[in-house]
Protein backbone atom coordinates (compact mmCIF):
# COMPACT_ATOMS: atom_id res chain seq x y z
CA UNK A 1 0.00 0.00 0.00
CA UNK A 2 2.95 2.57 0.70
CA UNK A 3 6.12 1.99 -0.77
CA UNK A 4 9.75 3.33 -0.31
CA UNK A 5 12.93 3.12 -1.48
CA UNK A 6 15.48 4.36 1.70
CA UNK A 7 18.05 6.84 -0.12
CA UNK A 8 21.37 5.58 -0.30
CA UNK A 9 23.81 6.95 1.38
CA UNK A 10 20.83 7.69 4.26
CA UNK A 11 19.47 11.07 4.73
CA UNK A 12 20.72 13.80 7.31
CA UNK A 13 18.69 13.63 10.23
CA UNK A 14 15.23 14.39 8.02
CA UNK A 15 12.82 16.13 8.57
CA UNK A 16 9.42 15.52 6.90
CA UNK A 17 7.36 18.32 5.03
CA UNK A 18 3.63 17.06 4.04
CA UNK A 19 0.87 19.22 2.22
CA UNK A 20 -2.36 17.43 1.16
CA UNK A 21 -4.38 19.02 -1.86
CA UNK A 22 -8.04 19.71 -1.48
CA UNK A 23 -10.12 21.02 2.34
CA UNK A 24 -6.20 21.29 3.39
CA UNK A 25 -5.21 23.63 0.65
CA UNK A 26 -7.08 26.56 0.38
CA UNK A 27 -6.04 28.32 -2.59
CA UNK A 28 -3.77 25.81 -3.70
CA UNK A 29 -1.13 27.51 -0.95
CA UNK A 30 -0.06 24.67 0.59
CA UNK A 31 0.86 22.88 -2.46
CA UNK A 32 2.06 25.37 -4.41
CA UNK A 33 4.35 25.67 -1.54
CA UNK A 34 5.86 21.94 -1.43
CA UNK A 35 6.05 22.06 -5.52
CA UNK A 36 8.24 25.54 -4.82
CA UNK A 37 10.22 23.62 -2.45
CA UNK A 38 10.72 20.48 -4.97
CA UNK A 39 11.44 22.60 -7.48
CA UNK A 40 14.58 24.93 -5.57
CA UNK A 41 16.14 21.59 -3.98
CA UNK A 42 15.74 18.90 -6.74
CA UNK A 43 13.31 16.99 -4.96
CA UNK A 44 14.07 12.61 -5.63
CA UNK A 45 10.82 10.57 -5.87
CA UNK A 46 11.97 8.02 -3.49
CA UNK A 47 8.13 6.56 -2.90
CA UNK A 48 4.21 7.10 -3.33
CA UNK A 49 1.13 5.25 -1.90
CA UNK A 50 -1.17 2.79 -3.43
CA UNK A 51 -4.15 5.38 -4.28
CA UNK A 52 -6.57 1.49 -4.16
CA UNK A 53 -6.62 1.45 -0.63
CA UNK A 54 -7.78 4.93 0.07
CA UNK A 55 -9.55 7.29 -2.70
CA UNK A 56 -13.14 6.86 -3.89
CA UNK A 57 -12.34 7.47 -7.34
CA UNK A 58 -16.01 8.80 -8.04
CA UNK A 59 -14.56 11.34 -5.33
CA UNK A 60 -10.89 11.76 -6.55
CA UNK A 61 -11.16 10.76 -9.85
CA UNK A 62 -8.32 9.48 -12.43
CA UNK A 63 -7.30 11.75 -15.37
CA UNK A 64 -7.31 9.95 -19.19
CA UNK A 65 -5.31 11.90 -21.64
CA UNK A 66 -6.11 11.60 -25.62
CA UNK A 67 -4.62 13.70 -27.19
CA UNK A 68 -1.28 11.99 -27.95
CA UNK A 69 -0.72 8.80 -30.31
CA UNK A 70 -0.33 6.58 -27.11
CA UNK A 71 -3.44 7.13 -24.49
CA UNK A 72 -2.23 7.49 -20.96
CA UNK A 73 -4.17 7.03 -17.60
CA UNK A 74 -2.85 8.78 -14.46
CA UNK A 75 -4.38 7.72 -11.23
CA UNK A 76 -4.22 9.84 -7.92
CA UNK A 77 -1.57 9.18 -5.78
CA UNK A 78 0.45 10.27 -2.53
CA UNK A 79 4.30 10.85 -3.77
CA UNK A 80 6.89 10.75 -1.54
CA UNK A 81 10.39 12.86 -2.41
CA UNK A 82 13.60 13.19 -0.71
CA UNK A 83 15.80 16.64 -0.70
CA UNK A 84 19.74 16.72 0.16
CA UNK A 85 20.17 19.83 1.76
CA UNK A 86 24.12 20.19 2.26
CA UNK A 87 23.66 23.95 3.98
CA UNK A 88 21.49 22.96 6.49
CA UNK A 89 21.23 20.15 9.33
CA UNK A 90 18.80 18.42 8.04
CA UNK A 91 17.68 17.11 4.75
CA UNK A 92 13.92 16.48 3.94
CA UNK A 93 11.16 14.14 3.55
CA UNK A 94 8.63 15.93 1.11
CA UNK A 95 5.19 14.22 0.95
CA UNK A 96 2.14 16.14 -1.33
CA UNK A 97 -0.91 14.19 -2.99
CA UNK A 98 -4.80 14.43 -2.67
CA UNK A 99 -6.46 14.22 0.66
CA UNK A 100 -6.84 10.69 0.90
CA UNK A 101 -10.97 9.63 0.79
CA UNK A 102 -11.08 6.41 3.52
CA UNK A 103 -9.08 4.67 5.67
CA UNK A 104 -7.23 7.71 7.06
CA UNK A 105 -5.75 6.16 10.77
CA UNK A 106 -4.14 3.23 8.83
CA UNK A 107 -3.03 5.73 6.14
CA UNK A 108 -1.64 7.72 9.02
CA UNK A 109 -0.40 4.83 10.44
CA UNK A 110 1.50 3.84 7.23
CA UNK A 111 3.04 6.95 6.27
CA UNK A 112 4.45 7.74 10.18
CA UNK A 113 5.94 4.06 10.15
CA UNK A 114 7.79 4.73 6.91
CA UNK A 115 9.15 7.98 7.74
CA UNK A 116 9.99 7.10 11.19
CA UNK A 117 11.84 4.15 9.60
CA UNK A 118 13.36 7.16 7.32
CA UNK A 119 15.01 8.69 10.75
CA UNK A 120 12.38 11.65 11.00
CA UNK A 121 12.09 13.03 14.31
CA UNK A 122 10.14 16.51 13.26
CA UNK A 123 6.76 16.37 11.31
CA UNK A 124 5.54 19.95 9.65
CA UNK A 125 2.08 19.81 8.24
CA UNK A 126 1.42 22.39 5.61
CA UNK A 127 -2.79 23.61 5.62
CA UNK A 128 -4.57 26.97 4.15
CA UNK A 129 -7.86 28.22 5.48
CA UNK A 130 -10.49 30.84 3.69
CA UNK A 131 -10.48 33.26 6.04
CA UNK A 132 -11.78 36.74 6.00
CA UNK A 133 -8.31 38.77 5.59
CA UNK A 134 -7.82 41.01 3.04
CA UNK A 135 -5.26 40.65 0.09
CA UNK A 136 -3.66 43.54 0.83
CA UNK A 137 -1.96 42.37 4.29
CA UNK A 138 0.77 40.36 4.78
CA UNK A 139 -0.36 36.66 5.95
CA UNK A 140 0.05 35.82 9.61
CA UNK A 141 0.51 31.98 10.03
CA UNK A 142 -1.65 30.14 12.88
CA UNK A 143 0.75 27.55 14.50
CA UNK A 144 0.42 24.66 16.72
CA UNK A 145 3.56 22.95 18.08
CA UNK A 146 4.91 20.40 20.15
CA UNK A 147 7.51 22.42 22.05
CA UNK A 148 7.56 26.64 22.11
CA UNK A 149 11.02 26.90 20.56
CA UNK A 150 10.67 25.73 17.54
CA UNK A 151 8.63 28.46 15.61
CA UNK A 152 10.51 31.25 17.13
CA UNK A 153 11.63 34.40 15.17
CA UNK A 154 8.31 34.88 13.13
CA UNK A 155 5.38 36.15 14.28
CA UNK A 156 2.15 33.89 14.43
CA UNK A 157 -1.08 33.05 15.96
CA UNK A 158 -2.35 30.75 18.20
CA UNK A 159 -4.82 28.20 17.20
CA UNK A 160 -8.59 29.28 18.15
CA UNK A 161 -10.57 26.42 15.91
CA UNK A 162 -12.81 23.91 17.08
CA UNK A 163 -14.52 21.93 14.00
CA UNK A 164 -14.06 19.16 11.53
CA UNK A 165 -10.43 18.80 10.24
CA UNK A 166 -8.94 17.42 7.28
CA UNK A 167 -5.86 14.21 7.24
CA UNK A 168 -3.85 17.58 8.75
CA UNK A 169 -5.10 18.21 11.50
CA UNK A 170 -5.26 14.30 11.86
CA UNK A 171 -1.84 13.61 11.18
CA UNK A 172 -0.12 16.52 13.57
CA UNK A 173 -1.87 15.36 16.12
CA UNK A 174 -0.98 11.24 15.74
CA UNK A 175 2.61 12.36 15.02
CA UNK A 176 2.87 14.60 18.56
CA UNK A 177 1.29 11.29 20.19
CA UNK A 178 4.15 9.30 18.99
CA UNK A 179 6.68 11.35 20.24
CA UNK A 180 7.91 13.05 17.16
CA UNK A 181 8.51 17.05 16.81
CA UNK A 182 5.19 17.88 15.47
CA UNK A 183 4.54 22.05 13.60
CA UNK A 184 1.38 22.41 11.99
CA UNK A 185 1.56 25.97 9.58
CA UNK A 186 -1.68 27.28 8.55
CA UNK A 187 -1.77 30.25 6.44
CA UNK A 188 -5.58 32.32 6.03
CA UNK A 189 -6.29 32.90 2.18
CA UNK A 190 -8.89 36.07 1.46
CA UNK A 191 -11.86 33.93 1.08
CA UNK A 192 -13.15 36.30 -1.57
CA UNK A 193 -10.15 35.40 -3.78
CA UNK A 194 -10.36 31.66 -3.67
CA UNK A 195 -10.58 30.93 -7.46
CA UNK A 196 -6.78 31.59 -8.10
CA UNK A 197 -3.44 30.57 -6.07
CA UNK A 198 -2.87 33.03 -2.63
CA UNK A 199 0.88 33.18 -3.69
CA UNK A 200 0.96 35.75 -0.54
CA UNK A 201 -0.35 32.39 2.03
CA UNK A 202 2.20 30.32 -0.07
CA UNK A 203 5.04 33.16 0.94
CA UNK A 204 4.06 32.99 4.50
CA UNK A 205 4.20 29.06 4.49
CA UNK A 206 7.39 29.07 2.92
CA UNK A 207 8.91 31.04 5.16
CA UNK A 208 7.49 28.88 8.00
CA UNK A 209 8.56 25.75 6.52
CA UNK A 210 12.31 27.61 6.68
CA UNK A 211 11.65 28.29 10.36
CA UNK A 212 10.62 24.95 11.27
CA UNK A 213 13.29 22.80 9.40
CA UNK A 214 16.19 25.25 9.29
CA UNK A 215 16.35 24.99 5.55
CA UNK A 216 16.81 28.37 3.57
CA UNK A 217 14.67 28.79 0.27
CA UNK A 218 14.90 31.64 -2.34
CA UNK A 219 11.72 33.90 -1.93
CA UNK A 220 12.69 36.02 -4.83
CA UNK A 221 9.83 34.43 -7.20
CA UNK A 222 7.09 33.39 -4.61
CA UNK A 223 7.61 37.42 -4.11
CA UNK A 224 7.35 38.56 -7.25
CA UNK A 225 3.85 35.92 -7.76
CA UNK A 226 2.82 37.58 -4.42
CA UNK A 227 2.94 41.11 -6.05
CA UNK A 228 1.41 40.21 -9.74
CA UNK A 229 -1.40 37.86 -7.26
CA UNK A 230 -2.25 41.14 -5.69
CA UNK A 231 -2.11 43.22 -8.42
CA UNK A 232 -4.71 41.25 -10.07
CA UNK A 233 -7.04 41.28 -7.18
CA UNK A 234 -7.10 44.82 -7.32
CA UNK A 235 -7.87 45.59 -10.41
CA UNK A 236 -11.12 43.29 -9.70
CA UNK A 237 -11.57 45.28 -6.60
CA UNK A 238 -11.12 48.85 -8.40
CA UNK A 239 -13.82 47.95 -11.08
CA UNK A 240 -16.65 47.54 -8.44
CA UNK A 241 -17.39 49.51 -5.52
CA UNK A 242 -19.01 46.82 -3.22
CA UNK A 243 -15.88 44.42 -3.60
CA UNK A 244 -13.70 48.07 -2.58
CA UNK A 245 -15.67 48.67 0.43
CA UNK A 246 -15.74 44.91 1.50
CA UNK A 247 -12.05 45.47 1.47
CA UNK A 248 -11.70 48.33 3.01
CA UNK A 249 -13.78 46.83 5.99
CA UNK A 250 -11.17 43.81 6.19
CA UNK A 251 -8.25 46.18 6.07
CA UNK A 252 -9.99 48.05 8.81
CA UNK A 253 -10.72 44.48 10.81
CA UNK A 254 -7.25 43.50 10.16
CA UNK A 255 -5.31 46.77 11.58
CA UNK A 256 -7.69 47.08 14.02
CA UNK A 257 -8.15 43.23 15.23
CA UNK A 258 -12.06 43.14 14.62
CA UNK A 259 -14.66 42.88 11.89
CA UNK A 260 -18.09 44.04 11.75
CA UNK A 261 -20.42 42.10 9.54
CA UNK A 262 -22.06 44.62 7.33
CA UNK A 263 -24.33 44.27 3.78
CA UNK A 264 -21.42 43.55 1.71
CA UNK A 265 -20.91 41.42 -1.44
CA UNK A 266 -20.29 37.79 -0.89
CA UNK A 267 -17.30 35.96 -0.96
CA UNK A 268 -18.91 33.86 -4.09
CA UNK A 269 -20.03 37.09 -5.90
CA UNK A 270 -15.94 38.35 -5.71
CA UNK A 271 -14.47 34.25 -6.70
CA UNK A 272 -17.46 35.63 -9.82
CA UNK A 273 -15.63 38.25 -10.50
CA UNK A 274 -12.38 36.92 -10.09
CA UNK A 275 -12.97 33.71 -12.66
CA UNK A 276 -14.83 36.35 -15.51
CA UNK A 277 -11.70 38.43 -14.92
CA UNK A 278 -9.09 35.89 -16.03
CA UNK A 279 -11.13 34.61 -18.56
CA UNK A 280 -11.20 37.92 -19.86
CA UNK A 281 -7.32 37.90 -20.08
CA UNK A 282 -7.42 34.25 -21.58
CA UNK A 283 -6.15 32.89 -18.28
CA UNK A 284 -8.46 30.85 -16.80
CA UNK A 285 -7.70 30.31 -12.99
CA UNK A 286 -6.32 27.32 -11.76
CA UNK A 287 -8.37 24.03 -10.28
CA UNK A 288 -9.79 25.76 -6.88
CA UNK A 289 -7.86 23.87 -3.66
CA UNK A 290 -11.00 23.70 -1.86
Same mark, same amino acid.
Given at each position: ???? *?? =? %? @?? &??? /?? #? ?7 ? +?? !? ?38 ? *?? =? %? @?? &??? /?? #? ?7 ? +?? !? ?41 ? %? ?85 DTT ?25 LVE ?42
Open positions: MLSI *TP =P %D @PP &LRD /PI #VVVAFRGWN +DA !ASAASATIATIAEQRGAERIGSVDPEEFYDFQVTRPIIDL *TG =P %D @PA &LTW /PE #VEITAIRCP +DS !AHDLVLVVGGEPSMKWPTFCRLLLDAVEALGVRRFVTLGALLA %DVPHTRDVMLTVMATEEGLMEGIDTRPPGYRGPTGIVGVLHLLAAERGLEAVSLWAPASHYAAGVINHKAELALLEGVTTATGVPFGVRANAREFEEQVDQVVAADPRLQQQLEQAADDDRLEAQDLPSGDELVAELERFLRERQDPPPPQGV
